[in-house]
């Protein structure tokens, strides 16, 4: 099993109407991890164009140009036999800003697989740094009139008159 099968795996969970903090706190976890992950290119055999993230662009990571090559075409398609970006392909089927952002990723030898890496660390590895980091900016992206329901969670349980011990525990 590819590291694909297992992480859309690990990210196929939602949540329900009666679903516990815990499981509400999880999968929120899984949409952070969702908004940082991304394709790096090696060979490109294993990314689709159109449905995978792959291009250096945050939080969205992929092609904004509306699809012109078939649906199921993978990025080993975009490269040349010398291993260099195919520039006339990419210039008749992408926007210029899809071009520029896609011939700025470096390709990988030929014999190197494709990778999912983290994009908030200069290594492509998911820190606990990063992801709190991550989190506290999509927290302060809402509205303060509307805020995360686990911010207000989180108040309340330390405004209780509980030993800390307790309130940790939590």
Do not use: E
Request: proline letters at 6%.
């Amino acid at each position: 099993m590819g590291i694909s099968l297992k992480l859309k795996t690990i990210l196929l969970p939602r949540l329900s109407g009666g679903a516990s903090f815990v499981w509400r706190s999880l999968v929120w976890g899984k949409d952070l991890l969702k908004t940082g992950i991304h394709w790096q290119v090696g060979n490109g055999d294993s990314i689709y164009v159109y449905r995978d993230k792959w291009v250096s662009r945050p939080s969205i990571f992929t092609v904004i140009s509306p699809p012109k090559l078939d649906v199921n075409t993978k990025v080993c398609q975009l490269i040349t036999p010398s291993g260099g970006w195919n520039l006339q392909l990419l210039k008749y089927n992408f926007s210029t800003s899809d071009v520029n952002d896609i011939i700025r990723i470096p390709i990988g030898k030929r014999d190197k697989k494709d990778d999912i890496i983290w994009h908030y660390d200069g290594k492509g590895n998911y820190t606990v740094r990063s992801g709190y980091w991550i989190g506290c900016n999509l927290l302060s992206s809402h509205s303060p009139s509307t805020p995360h329901p686990s911010t207000s969670w989180w108040n309340l349980l330390w405004k209780l008159w509980i030993p800390t011990k307790v309130k940790i525990f939590i």
